[in-house]
């Protein structure tokens, strides 16, 4: 079990620009989470998904934001246009079940940076 | 609507000293608690949570935290502080019941001094 894993782990882009990150979830965990942090903040909830199945969305993820979780493994959030007000931490998380008495489970980040 | 508030955006205290990080909640439902610790250029580790439970939960690290429904609050504690404690912690809530969703506050950062 290698845990969560994120790619890349820095993202710098020009505003404008369409930015995908991925999330590799551990093995066999049914729900996978996206948050975004930043700076000075704690993390805010974007997303989950259940398997393949977005489950929930936060207002927050704007029609330039699209997540997939195609076959129930790995993740993407894809971000379209990008602005400034787009650099953050995105974080994803993953769990083995749906309930909050089952831990989330953190990967490091990808760290977006919009010049 | 869940919500999260820490007290001390910023807590410093001497190696050795007790520290104590404050956390209250705001929820409709009884809630599922939990604390999290980031260190630098990592992801989020749970230190523990309250489902409900006993109101007194241990977790790792020697942290501790007491939920108490009167007060609304979830203050997390450690009677020794170690220079390895230094870190972000996050206190977060969940509603449990349409969402599994956390909710977090924004963040204590700690210092140890030698």
């Known amino acids: 079990d290698t845990g969560v894993s994120q790619n890349p782990r820095h993202k710098i882009t020009k505003r404008g620009q369409n930015v995908t990150f991925r999330c590799d979830p551990i093995?066999?965990?049914?729900?996978l989470y996206w948050y975004r942090q930043t700076l000075g903040q704690g993390p805010e909830f974007l997303t989950y998904?259940?398997?393949?199945?977005?489950?929930?969305k936060s207002r927050l993820l704007s029609d330039r934001f699209s997540a997939e979780r195609p076959k129930g493994s790995f993740s993407t959030l894809e971000i379209q246009r990008t602005e400034q007000g787009d650099s953050a931490m995105y974080l994803c998380?993953?769990?083995?079940?749906?309930?909050?008495?089952?831990?989330?489970?953190f990967g490091p980040g990808t760290r977006l940076t919009v010049t | 609507a869940q919500s999260v508030t820490q007290l001390g955006s910023h807590v410093s205290v001497s190696e050795g000293a007790l520290v104590l990080l404050r956390c209250n909640y705001s929820?409709?439902?009884?809630?599922?608690l939990f604390w999290y610790v980031q260190y630098p250029n990592q992801g989020l580790q749970l230190l523990l949570k309250?489902?409900?439970?006993?109101?007194l939960v241990k977790g790792i690290n020697g942290f501790e935290a007491e939920f108490k429904k009167s007060e609304t609050s979830f203050h997390l504690t450690k009677p020794s502080a170690h220079m390895r404690d230094a870190a972000e912690y996050f206190c977060?809530?969940?509603?449990?019941?349409?969402?599994?969703?956390?909710?977090f506050g924004t963040g204590t950062r700690l210092q140890v001094f030698p």
């Open positions: 998380a993953s769990s083995p079940e749906g309930s909050p008495s089952y831990e989330q489970y």
């Open positions: 998904f259940q398997n393949e199945a977005q489950l929930e």
């Open positions: 929820s409709s439902v009884p809630p599922y």
């Open positions: 093995s066999e965990h049914n729900r």
């Open positions: 977060a809530v969940s509603e449990g019941y349409n969402t599994d969703k956390l909710i």
């Open positions: 309250y489902t409900s439970a006993a109101t």
